[in-house]
């Protein structure tokens, strides 16, 4: 009889497993949509690493647009902005900054974590609206400069097509991204500011800023003066 119990209990929880997904060390599906794409490999990186999600467990629509709320997750879980070293008396909440962020929802978290990591968010920004690629842009090298506490650095402009369509304030950021190649321009040399980021677009350009971080060192300070 107890054999029978423990065989029974066995099975059944096999069967969950199973109906689950499968192991939990099984790596993500691959998206069948991305095929071809350029930076395909990129997204692939990302999502076998947990650091993107699709639409579906084979899908990922990477030419749909990227709203603010997806922008600004992706941002802060890729490159692990937290509250780790921060001790609240009172835990903040998104209304406590954000005009139209949400308390309790799916994206909460995410703006409380990029409030407090030097990303700034504008007061009336709506998760709702598409994010467009000189915002993305600007966020992003943010979240990069505060996280990796990176020098400033003397840079050579990069000659931009349509360069007077960029919002002045950000155009630093985008400069920056495109030296360090976080990000790129077309085949037309423009860098279509205002036009909404895809999925993909965003998704590559957080591996390339991963890839950045990854390979930046502190030069070290000799322990004796150099003569």
Do not use: C
């Not at 209990?9 to 997904?21: E, K, N, Q, R, Y």
């Not at 321009?185 to 350009?205: C, H, W, Y």
Request: proline content about 7%; glycine content about 6%.
């Amino acid at each position: 009889m107890k054999k029978n119990i423990i065989a029974a209990l066995t099975a059944g929880a096999l069967l969950s497993l199973t109906l689950s997904g499968g192991p939990l060390h099984a790596a993500p599906s691959k998206f069948t949509d991305i095929q071809g794409l350029p930076g395909a490999d990129k997204i692939e990186s990302l999502h076998q690493d947990g650091l993107i999600k699709g639409v579906s467990e084979h899908l990922f629509k990477p030419e749909e647009q990227l709203n603010t709320a997806q922008g600004v997750q992706l941002i802060v879980d890729g490159l692990d902005l937290n509250l780790n070293a921060i001790r609240f008396i009172k835990m903040p909440v998104p209304s406590d900054y954000f005009k139209s962020v949400k308390d309790g929802v799916w994206y909460s978290d995410a703006f409380i974590r990029a409030q407090y990591n030097s990303i700034k968010l504008p007061q009336d920004i709506d998760p709702s609206k598409p994010m467009t690629r000189e915002q993305y842009t600007l966020f992003l090298m943010q979240a990069i400069e505060a996280k990796g506490g990176l020098p400033m650095i003397k840079i050579q402009p990069v000659d931009i097509a349509d360069e007077k369509e960029l919002t002045p304030e950000y155009q630093g950021a985008v400069q920056r991204s495109l030296v360090l190649k976080i990000s790129a321009l077309d085949s037309k040399g423009q860098f279509n500011p205002k036009q909404a980021i895809t999925r993909a677009e965003a998704a590559v350009m957080m591996y390339n800023a991963i890839e950045h971080m990854n390979s930046f060192t502190t030069p070290k300070i000799p322990e004796t003066p150099e003569k």
